[in-house]
């Protein structure tokens, strides 16, 4: 067959040419036989069931160590589903009442279990159908013996799946991908996300049939155009070389931008910080010469486990993270519960509408208690280094006012005990069309603003974040937004205070002259946009027009 191209949604610029591993989970494949000891069979399922438990747990303490427990999560669910009596019940059942294979049995059963949770009208229950297909592959592999599969990744490849699974994720030799290509995934996907955190192209939604593909074809992705090219023509080859060979060139020369300030031509300083979910990443905002963390998104400490995490635990995360920045300011966010980041030690109570509903600086007023150990951490910790603290979904003055009274308390408390602490500066998100509006007021409250936009977006254009069918109506130049982020910044600065911006819009480099225009003191991005941003701020030479 000749050269065939396909478009697809790109969820991470850049080139990639080599060849292409095809991951293929196809269902199909597991045969029916019919077979004479049902109660062998059982025992070679609960067998398997054993082993696949052994992987998970493998899976979870590796997932824990490298990602964070937010992201090992996944694995202790799947163990859950698993160890299932109702799950492994149907399993038997099947073996014993039609004397057929456990691998069968299995498929039928996540088959069963799959379309049940596909037809829910829950968006957060229909992905836990994906989680139980990986259950059931996971199992078959075991009784059946295996494909391919990332395992079997020993030199760079352009990886092509249907979807690609977050265990797959951990477990894949990530040195040796070159780029991912999925049938499925949206823009939020473990396959998206872990594309941005290695900087590598990633094409979703890309309408092509794996069983025309073949593992060892050579492909080019495109992730600027959002195009996959199999078994390109040599012409083809030779210009995505080219490209590639002036990316690595543009990519060593950011490297030159590490140590230079970040000021355009005509002297406009603005500060550029990385987003954090733990203490790990601190690495790559320290490679990518950050000016500070804008964002320690402090509610990974609490996802992906049954308890809270202790005062101690978690005086030792803020700590580390102000030491390792040595002196520049990090950020620490109060937990940001909630909507879709659920904490099974909160036992948040189901809602129609999540993201309107109990979430981050809400549930701390609620829970008090909860809070108050978050904030003696905080307090604690902000001793060793230049630690601030920030609270997120702020819509009113009366919620501020109640903040800084239970701060005090900590402060005083923390006195009384006679244990050191430090006053951090304290800052809030500005992330509901409420606190834009009501900025000027808010401003003299506190020492800094930070814009989400992602909420903010969500909020002002009634537009779910969460929602992957929406994807066409998401505007994130929408005037509506600009204005309100240019208002914040007229009012916080009205009170001689600064602000930043700490959603994903702060990475748009088609926006950075308009927000040094507007006056932003800072940009909060993931690590690897940081000194890219920093020489586009650079190369411009801002006139005295202002907007
Ligand atoms: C935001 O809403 O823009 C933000 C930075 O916070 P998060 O994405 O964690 O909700
Ligand atoms: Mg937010």
């Not at 669910?77 to 698993?82: L, P, R, Y």
């Not at 159908?129 to 391919?148: H, W």
């Not at 005037?479 to 748009?508: P, Q, S, T, Y």
């Amino acid at each position: 067959m000749g050269m065939f191209c396909f478009a697809g949604k790109s969820v991470n610029e850049g080139i990639a040419l080599g060849p292409v591993l095809v991951l293929k989970k196809d269902r199909a494949e597991v045969r029916r036989r019919t077979i004479k000891d049902a109660e062998a069979e059982v025992l070679k399922f609960k067998r398997a069931v054993k082993e696949g438990m052994e992987e998970l747990r493998f899976l979870y303490d590796k997932a824990r160590k490298e990602i964070g427990q937010d992201g090992a999560s996944i694995f202790e669910g799947h163990g859950m589903i698993m160890e299932d009596v109702e799950f492994q019940g149907r399993i038997c059942d099947i073996i014993r009442r039609e004397m057929v294979n456990a691998a069968y049995a299995v498929a039928m059963t996540g088959d069963v279990y799959a379309e049940v949770f596909a037809r829910m009208e829950d968006g957060y229950m229909r992905t836990r159908g994906e989680d139980v297909k990986d259950i059931a592959g996971r199992l078959i592999r075991i009784l059946e013996g295996s494909g391919e599969n990332v395992s079997s990744i020993n030199e760079p490849v352009i990886l092509v799946a249907d979807n690609i699974s977050p265990e797959e994720t951990v477990r894949m030799e990530k040195e040796n991908i070159l780029a991912f290509v999925t049938v499925q995934g949206s823009t939020n996907s473990h396959t998206a996300i872990l594309a941005r955190m290695m900087n590598i192209p990633a094409l979703i939604g890309v309408p092509m049939k794996l069983e025309e593909i073949n593992t060892g074809m050579k492909a080019v992705v495109d992730g600027f155009e959002g195009r996959v090219i199999f078994d390109p023509t040599e012409e083809l080859c030779v210009q995505a070389q080219k490209r590639m060979d002036q990316e690595r060139k543009s990519f060593l020369l950011l490297d030159r931008m590490k140590g230079k300030e970040s000021v355009t031509g005509d002297g406009r300083r603005i500060r550029l910080c990385a987003n954090i979910r733990n203490v790990n990443d601190i690495k790559e905002a320290l490679r990518n010469d950050a000016e500070g963390i804008g964002l320690f998104r402090s509610e990974f400490l609490y996802l992906g486990r049954d308890d809270f995490p202790m005062e101690e635990e978690q005086f030792a995360a803020y700590w580390e993270a102000a030491r390792s920045m040595a002196g520049k300011e990090v950020i620490v966010r109060t937990m940001d519960i909630g909507a879709d980041k659920q904490a099974s030690c909160f036992c948040l109570e189901k809602e129609e509408n999540p993201a309107l509903g109990m979430r981050g600086i809400r549930i701390c007023l609620k829970r008090p208690d909860i809070f108050k150990t978050q904030l003696r951490a905080l307090l604690r910790a902000s001793q060793s280094g230049n630690l601030a603290v920030m609270y997120p979904m702020i819509t009113s003055v009366e919620e501020v006012l109640q903040i800084k009274k239970m701060v005090r308390d900590v402060s005083q408390e923390l006195d009384r005990e006679g244990i050191a602490h430090g006053n951090p500066k304290q800052g809030i998100m500005i992330e509901t069309p409420a606190a834009v509006m009501i900025s000027d007021e808010l401003a003299e409250l506190v020492d800094f603003f930070s814009i989400g936009t992602n909420d903010l977006t969500q909020y002002t254009l009634a537009l779910d974040r969460q929602n992957e069918k929406l994807e066409d109506f998401y505007v994130p130049h929408h005037k509506a937004i600009l204005k309100m982020i240019h208002m914040v910044v007229a009012n916080a600065h009205r009170h001689g205070k600064w602000v930043g911006i700490c959603g994903e819009l702060a990475a748009d480099l088609e926006l950075t002259e308009e927000f040094i225009r507007m006056g932003v003191d800072e940009l909060s991005v993931v690590p690897s946009m940081i000194l890219k941003i920093r020489k586009k701020v650079r190369e411009l030479d801002i006139c005295s027009c202002e907007i």
